[in-house]
């Protein structure tokens, strides 16, 4: 139950952090790439996972004829795929950028 309620601290806290007043043009104009050499290769590792996502949603809607009820299942498996990817990647970020 710890880690859930921690998981659920993190989420909070970074909401907070996300919905922080600032100004209209430093969120349009303000691009930092912590790190990486470029803003285009840290767009480009940003996008990995929800690129992986959509393969994943692919690749089950590929295999979907072996599913018994599959019109029930495998909407319900995608969404709970996508669901979690959002959830793990928010966690991930969350523990990327600490909050200052």
Same mark, same amino acid.
């Given at each position: 139950m710890r880690?859930?309620?921690?998981?659920?601290?993190?989420? +909070?806290? @970074? +909401?907070? !952090?996300?919905?922080?007043? !600032? =100004?209209? =043009? =430093?969120? +349009?104009? *303000?691009?930092? *790439?912590?790190?990486? %050499? %470029?803003?285009?290769?840290? =767009?480009?590792? @940003?996008? %990995?996972?929800s690129i992986g996502d959509l393969i @994943?949603?692919?690749s089950s809607v590929h295999l979907s004829e072996e599913l018994k009820n599959a019109s029930w299942i495998l909407p319900r498996s995608m969404i709970a795929t996508a669901l979690m990817n959002y959830i793990l990647g928010f966690i991930t970020i969350s523990e990327l950028h600490p909050f200052r």
């Open positions: 880690p859930v309620l921690w998981c659920v601290e993190r989420m +909070l806290i @970074g +909401l907070e !952090r996300v919905m922080a007043p !600032r =100004s209209d =043009s =430093s969120v +349009l104009t *303000t691009f930092t *790439t912590n790190g990486w %050499s %470029s803003a285009g290769v840290a =767009s480009l590792v @940003g996008i %990995s996972a @994943g949603a692919d």
